[in-house]
């Protein structure tokens, strides 16, 4: 089946600095990708939606040059987080469609970040 | 989208049925109802879905009343494995839309 892996798991990162998470689908070509930040005992919370080859979508009072997205290829993604604050700190998800337009969407399985 | 609106909280005894439901009454003709669940720190992870027919896979079984308004999710025998926190999303189906969760529902199997 669609397998998503999302690099890292966990990172731990100082206030100030910039933290990039990948996101690849293995066995299949992502069309598009999708970014997610959920906070402890909150549900998912949708970011941003990237195209292979063109410019995210953001979400309503997601800051786009906070949270940049890449989505050079078919089968990967990246989320940098720019000037990471403490406030940053969630768990980032993202999940992805393929080419084929699959029924449902894969996720990754997801990186905590925590800023200090 | 429409909205959908579920239970915040459930338990179910291992081995017996465990039924959620959802409610989306404002859904429209071409949405499809999913569901995904996601266990404790973990990503989604995609069960089941239906337009208006019941539907049965390995995992689970969706049934959809006939006016489309609600939908249960039966999880057959629970097990401790399925706590998770369920999510009942509607949405249209085979485009580029976004998956928008709602709260969910915190599904507890007690021995």
């Known amino acids: 089946g669609a397998v998503v892996s999302q690099h890292p798991s966990r990172v731990i990162c100082k206030s100030g600095t910039s933290v990039k998470i990948e996101c690849r689908s293995l066995?299949?070509?992502?069309?598009?990708m999708f970014w997610y930040r959920q906070f402890p005992k909150q549900s998912l919370m949708l970011m941003a939606t990237?195209?292979?080859?063109?410019?995210?979508?953001?979400e309503q009072g997601v800051e786009k040059d906070k949270f940049l997205i890449n989505h050079a290829s078919l089968t990967l993604s990246t989320l940098t987080v720019t000037s990471a604050h403490p406030e940053d700190s969630s768990f980032y998800i993202c999940s992805a469609r393929g080419v084929t337009g699959s029924y449902g969407y894969t996720f990754g399985s997801g990186t905590r970040l925590t800023v200090v | 989208d429409a909205k959908t609106t579920q239970p915040p909280s459930m338990d179910c005894a291992e081995g017996r049925a465990a039924n959620l439901p959802c409610n989306h009454s404002?859904?429209?003709?071409?949405?499809?109802v999913y569901w995904y669940r996601q266990i404790h720190s973990q990503g989604p992870q995609y069960i089941i879905h239906?337009?208006?027919n019941n539907e049965t896979n390995e995992m689970a079984s969706l049934i959809i009343t006939e006016d489309r308004k609600s939908s249960t999710l039966i999880l057959p025998h629970a097990t401790l494995r399925d706590t998770a926190v369920y999510y009942c999303?509607?949405?249209?189906?085979?485009?580029?839309?976004?998956?928008?969760f709602g709260t969910g529902t915190s599904l507890t199997v007690i021995p």
């Open positions: 990237s195209n292979e080859g063109s410019k995210a979508t953001y």
């Open positions: 999303i509607v949405r249209v189906s085979n485009t580029g839309n976004q998956f928008y």
């Open positions: 239906g337009l208006k």
């Open positions: 404002t859904i429209s003709g071409n949405e499809y």
């Open positions: 066995d299949f070509q992502a069309t598009t």
